[in-house]
């Protein structure tokens, strides 16, 4: 069975696939630097938790929130890590594709973990604001907390709000560019056959 077709297929047509695979090692670049960030400032609290570690009292490292906050962290940091690593490998990986058929080949075969990696990236900035807003919880009154957790609903909200209408406005130029192909690709065909080299 075929492999799901990634969503930078219409890309593909509308560019040369040497360009999608530059865009496409760029984005990898990018996520694996964040994450790289992301572990520098998680693998302090995860060799010596600021809440809840060894070192704490017996009352606070039977805090529950305490202990979430290292779980938290904790994956947080094993998740960038892993992140990192398929990046990196992937960014290797695509770079002995010589030809442009095999780019094409590439993303549509490797759609699916193109996709588990920003599912993880997006899942790991989720668990960083989580832990945070534990250590607020944890380390504040009541009132300072809820004020602190309410006004980070807010700006997440509108950070969500902003990125689904990029992502909307993106998809359908990326179905815009799926249809003109298809369109041309039905009148090469009607007029003999003749398919031409788009890219």
């Excluded at 760029?26 to 694996?32: D, E, K």
């Excluded at 609290?45 to 779980?71: T, W, Y």
């Excluded at 398929?86 to 002995?96: P, Q």
Aim: glycine fraction near 8%; hydrophobic fraction near 50%; aromatic fraction near 8%.
């Amino acid at each position: 069975m075929r492999p799901p077709l990634s969503d930078k297929e219409p890309l593909c047509k509308a560019v040369s696939p040497g360009e999608v695979k530059e865009r496409v090692k760029a984005q990898w670049s990018t996520l694996a630097l964040v994450s790289a960030l992301l572990v520098t400032l998680t693998i302090p609290h995860m060799i010596s938790p600021a809440l809840g570690g060894r070192g704490a009292d017996k009352e606070e490292q039977g805090n529950g929130v305490g202990q979430a906050h290292i779980v938290l962290i904790s994956i947080l940091g094993i998740l960038s890590i892993c992140i990192v690593f398929v990046c990196s490998y992937m960014m290797a990986e695509i770079d002995l594709c010589s030809a442009d058929e095999q780019v094409v080949e590439f993303m549509e075969m490797f759609a699916v973990p193109q996709q588990i990696i920003w599912t993880f990236f997006h899942f790991s900035v989720y668990t960083l604001l989580a832990s945070i807003l534990l250590a607020v919880f944890y380390q504040n009154i009541a009132v300072v907390a809820w004020v602190v957790i309410g006004c980070a609903m807010c700006f997440l909200a509108v950070s969500l709000g902003i990125n689904y209408m990029v992502d909307s406005w993106m998809k359908f130029r990326l179905a815009a560019l799926q249809r003109d192909s298809t369109a041309q690709e039905g009148t090469l065909c009607s007029a003999g056959g003749v398919k031409i080299d788009l890219g």
